[in-house]
């Protein structure tokens, strides 16, 4: 899965998370974007995460895997936009489990960077489009 950014910057992401976040205030939608570990400097991530103008419009492109009716596997490539997540709400690398453990084998784990980004408020939109935010 990829997601683009508003200035075409492309970024391969594991997985993407919607959530609810209470952030600056205000309750906001917010997607969480899952990277490996080492595909991309964390500072660069940060670089590209903090600049609103890159995050205002975020395409998410993924490819949907479905069997026709002769049993012919079709791939459909599909995008997504979300507009105004704008705010970073949180960035870090933390560990995730991959595999849980068992009674004979430990658990499975890679770090892997997240970058939570909040969606503007109603409010908000309308004070960036008036040059105010």
Known sequence: M????????ELNVICINGKSTYFQGANRD?????????DYPFDQLDKLFADATKTKKISVIDTVTTTDKDGKTVETPTEHVYD?????????MEPVIITPATSTEPEVTEERVMVTM?????????????GLL
Do not use: A
């Open 30 to 38: 917010s997607l969480e974007f899952v990277f490996k570990k080492g």
């Open 118 to 130: 909040g969606q503007l408020t109603l409010i908000e939109k309308k004070l960036s489009e008036l």
């Open 2 to 9: 990829k997601i683009k950014l508003n200035d075409n910057t």
């Open 84 to 92: 105004n997540y704008s705010l970073r709400v949180s960035m870090k």
